[in-house]
């Protein structure tokens, strides 16, 4: 397809509650989107990188330059077929896979739109529902978080993921297992410990988790191999995963049973169908990780969770946990048995509204094709 034009904005949305990891806690959110234009259609995508970069070292500040200077002129000079020729295209520049894949998604969208197809099913996936779980943030107290858990499970969420960090770990999750023997439940370091503490992270087997995500360094996978072999929880990794040779080398040193995948992180779909499949090789269980997104992103994740090997409920959960109201039509909605079902719509089955992104966009640029760049 011909692409005519690609903006980029920054929106600003007040989250519905404040979210905390074991890097720092946030109020709202700054987002990245990108729209394309061209053979009468626009494709949106949302740009995952954080306001600071704590959970990896790309940020919202590298992103805009990165898009603004290499990646949308690569598009827009060249042109692509289809979304699947974007990392070939992007494959230059290094790294910026969050940049990356907001423009990659774009287009996948828009051809999608084109096509009249659903994106789910250009995107190769099968399944007509979707299974949600939740990630909580770190409390203010024990009592609050153990709130938060009824909450969600009175919505019917089928996962419950408490963050955890040194100091907020094993006194929590021996407070929700006196209180829910029996719930699946997962916890995510995001890096906060480190192989000293085998020791103490071997205490985590007492309470039967689905799995510890990124307990050790967000760089590393060799060292979570040493880790797996000396805990019984199931690693899974998050952070360490940027594309499909990461996955292959993760699962040869058996350095986790499970993969997180976040279509951000791993540059777009193009690489996180890479992964999902040397997953599924390995008979390894995948799942979508979030990014607190809009319901750009948000609808992303839906459509990428249709694959065969998301085996395990993802981040992916409604609208209005995050948001009082989202930038989409309909709202991010989940049943009462904990599912989200798959739209048969060309496209997402989620329409952006322009009315609400333009009232939340701050800054804006477009970029027109045959123009000096
Ligand atoms: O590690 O999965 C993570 C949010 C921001 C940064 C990193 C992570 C998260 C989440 C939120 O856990 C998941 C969600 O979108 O609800
Ligand atoms: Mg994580």
Known sequence: MKIESVTLREIQMPLVHFFETSFGRVYGRRILLVSVEGDGVRGWGECVAGEDPFYSPEW???AWPTIKRYLAPALLKNGVESGRECAALFARVRGHNMAKAALENAVWDAEARQKQQPLWKLLGGTRREIACGVSIGIQDSPEQLLQKIETELAAGYRRIKIKVKPGWDLNVLEKIRAR?????LSVDANSAYTLDQTEHLRKFDAYHLLMIEQPLWNDEIYLHARLQKAIQTSICLDESIHHARDADFAL???ACRIINIKVGRVGGFTEAKKIHDVAQQHGIPVWCGGMLESGVGRAHNIALSTLENFRLPGDVSASKRYWKEDIIEPQVEVRADGMIPISDAPGT???????????????????RAGTTL
Request: no cysteine; aromatic share 14%; net charge negative.
């Open 60 to 62: 919202i500040e590298t």
């Open 180 to 184: 829910w023997a029996d719930i699946v």
């Open 252 to 254: 040869e040193t058996g």
């Open 349 to 367: 089955g989620y329409r952006v509204r322009e009315d609400l992104v333009q009232k939340f966009t701050v800054r804006e640029e477009t970029w």
